[in-house]
Nanobody
């Protein structure tokens, strides 16, 4: 069964940090562009960060730039999202997804509709 599994979510105070992980099962993640998305209650899902198959290209939503860092360890078949200086507005369910569409700068990363496999999501809550 082909799937992605997120982990690392939880409750953290404003200013705190979390590291999310996205691991693949049933397929090798090495050849895929991976994106992190999030959906807050009552809001549409939005793209947070993207990384190319090699890790050489990355991009971030303006709301998280400078605070979040995406990376990948292809030997472990895992993509990470390091989230620092978390804010209450970062509260959401975070999803990772993989796309067979290549991400090569200066072109933009694949659109949301081009992601084929999605994880079940992990809840991130930022609150004091």
């Amino acid at each position: 069964q082909l799937q992605l599994v997120e982990s690392g979510g939880g409750l953290v105070q404003p200013g705190g940090s979390l590291r999310l992980s996205c691991a693949s099962s049933g397929f090798t993640l090495d050849y895929f562009t991976v994106g992190w998305f999030r959906q807050a209650p009552g809001k549409e899902r939005e793209g947070v960060s993207y990384i190319s198959s090699s890790g050489g290209s990355t991009s971030y939503a303006s709301s998280v730039k400078g605070r979040f860092t995406i990376s990948r360890d292809n030997a472990k078949n895992t993509v990470y999202l390091q989230m620092n200086n978390l804010k209450p507005e970062d509260t959401a369910v975070y999803y990772c997804a993989s796309s067979a569409v290549a991400y090569v700068e200066p072109l933009p990363p694949p659109q949301e509709s081009e992601y084929d496999y999605w994880g079940q999501g992990t809840q991130v809550t930022v609150s004091s």
